[in-house]
Each structure stands twice: as structure tokens, then as C-alpha cells.
């Protein structure tokens, strides 16, 4: 249990320094907002932590996805414009390298 305390608290560290970091006064908003989040988590149940849990999860793998549908978008029509060319992993990795 300790374990997972502590890596709780690491997790919750790195972000709110990841918050901070932007460094102008969204970001201590934002650190108050999240604190004040992370307090009213507690106060909930373990079976309501547990389906805030997998609400945000399921949100947040929708949020990737729609990203990753525009990333793919974005690069068709880069390709369809002849802006990029087909290329094997082996190519990429060798224009990566050099």
C-alpha cells in the first residue's frame, strides 16, 4: 500500500510541476483547481473513485483518438498535396540517423 501511495505522490508531484511549469497565472489557477479536484476525490466512496477512474480513462482515450483521427487527416492531405513522399520504416529511420 505504501508502494502505491508513494507512487500516487510522485504522479501527483510531476503534475502539478508539469501545471507550474508554464509559468504565468493560468498555471496557479490551474495548481488550486487541481488541488481543490484531488480533495473532493477523497471525499468520495472507493466504488466512486473507481468510476471516476474509468469515466476519465474512456474520456481520455476518446480525447487520443480524435487527436490521432486529425493527425491522420492532417498527414492525407499533406500527402494528397505531394508535400511528403512514401517511405519505408528502414528510410525513415536512416533520415532520422543521418
Known amino acids: 500500500m505504501r508502494e502505491q501511495e ?11 510541476r508539469n501545471l507550474f511549469a508554464r509559468g504565468d497565472a493560468v498555471s496557479l489557477e490551474a ?7 484531488m480533495e473532493s476525490v477523497e471525499t ?3 466504488d466512486e473513485q473507481e468510476d471516476l477512474l474509468s469515466i476519465m480513462q474512456r474520456r481520455l482515450h476518446e ?7 486529425r493527425t491522420v487527416k492532417a498527414a492525407r492531405k499533406e500527402f494528397s ?5 512514401p517511405a519505408s520504416p528502414d528510410e525513415i529511420i536512416r533520415q532520422i540517423i543521418a
Not at 480525447?63 to 483521427?69: G, H, I, K, T
Open 63 to 69: 480525447q487520443r483518438r480524435a487527436e490521432l483521427v
Open 44 to 46: 468520495l466512496s472507493l
Open 31 to 37: 495548481m488550486k483547481t487541481f488541488a481543490d479536484v
Open 81 to 85: 498535396a505531394g508535400r511528403c513522399r
Open 6 to 16: 508513494g507512487l500516487s505522490s510522485d504522479k501527483e508531484e510531476r503534475t502539478k
